[in-house]
């Protein structure tokens, strides 16, 4: 990506004033050949209103490093290299760099970008619900290719259709009032989510479970809290970018990403006992069998 590039990618919003909340946040990022997005991920986080007290970037397996050791260059900034282990355990790698356990962790997905005062206005929120594990916001598409806006919403909080299917809700459509109310939410879209440390104190390290490599960690990671009494909150007020890997035909995803996806919805509901394993297993005979 050029400096130009660069330019128009980053340029979603003016740096506010710096504002002072009592309170650690550490920012996790996982990576896996991430050059494209990740130094916009980074700027973003660079014009927060709020001080960052640490930024760890875990790598998983990237084909090329340099350049996040170019990167690791700022004083709260840490990066550790961890082989290609997967979305959940580099996460809990990253969580267990963390000494302070007391403050608020962000995992965020390095196709992610934060308006300027994400991180101050979601911390308000966390304070004034102090039931709630997690909140996030609403995380609208970004067309990384062509550096732009995409106007649609990418997620709105994942939700479980009757039959139990799980889906970004809003996914494709046009930004509109329609999810415009503070609500809780069944799960939370692991690309972004603000979490009170307390939350995650009886896990010992262990936040997101390592049987799922990649993809529906963050459902089981929400059906858990909800399990233990916590509430996960979206609020719409809170804006977000998302470039999003999936593409939008389902036939453009490679099979084998199709499949793993499948076969963890059936992890999903063995953990979690459910009627819904039928369709889990459905899903996964017919994207076995028919590549569907």
């Given amino acids: 990506m050029s400096a130009g590039e660069m330019e128009i990618a980053c340029s979603l919003g003016a740096c506010p004033r710096i504002v002072t909340m009592d309170v650690s946040i550490h920012i996790i990022i996982v990576t896996h050949n991430s050059s494209e997005v990740l130094p916009c991920c980074l700027d973003h986080l660079a014009r927060q209103n709020i001080p960052l007290t640490s930024i760890i970037v875990v790598d998983s397996g990237s ?15 840490k990066l550790v290299l961890a082989g290609n ?26 196709d992610t970008f934060l308006l300027d005062s994400f991180l101050s206005r979601a911390i308000e929120v966390l304070n004034e619900k102090s039931d ?26 994942i939700y479980r259709k009757w039959y139990g299917r799980w889906y970004d809700r809003g996914k494709g459509e046009d930004d509109s009032r329609k999810y415009n109310h503070t609500e809780n939410v069944p799960a939370v879209c692991g690309a972004l989510m603000v979490c009170r440390m307390e939350a995650f104190q009886q896990y010992n390290g262990e936040v997101f479970d390592t049987e799922f490599f990649l993809y529906k960690e963050d459902i ?15 609020a ?6 998302h470039c999003r890997g999936w593409k939008d035909k389902r036939e453009k995803i490679k099979f084998s990403l199709r499949a793993m996806a499948a076969k963890n919805e059936i992890l999903l509901y063995r953990k979690h006992p459910s009627p819904y394993i039928i369709w889990a297993y459905l899903k996964y005979f017919l994207v076995s069998v028919f590549r569907v």
């Fill in 132 to 157: 709630a594990a997690i909140v996030s916001g609403k995380l609208l598409g970004f067309n990384v290719q062509e550096r732009k806006k995409s106007g649609r919403i990418d997620s709105t909080g």
């Fill in 85 to 110: 282990v997967g979305f959940a355990k580099a996460n809990n790698i990253g969580f267990k760099e963390i000494d302070d356990q007391s403050g608020v962790v962000v995992f965020l997905n390095p």
């Fill in 63 to 77: 084909s090329d490093t340099a350049y996040l050791v170019a990167l690791n260059q700022e004083e709260n900034f």
């Fill in 236 to 241: 719409p007020h809170l804006v977000a970018y």
């Fill in 220 to 234: 089981e990671l929400s059906l858990r809290l909800r399990r233990d009494g916590w509430k996960l909150i979206y």
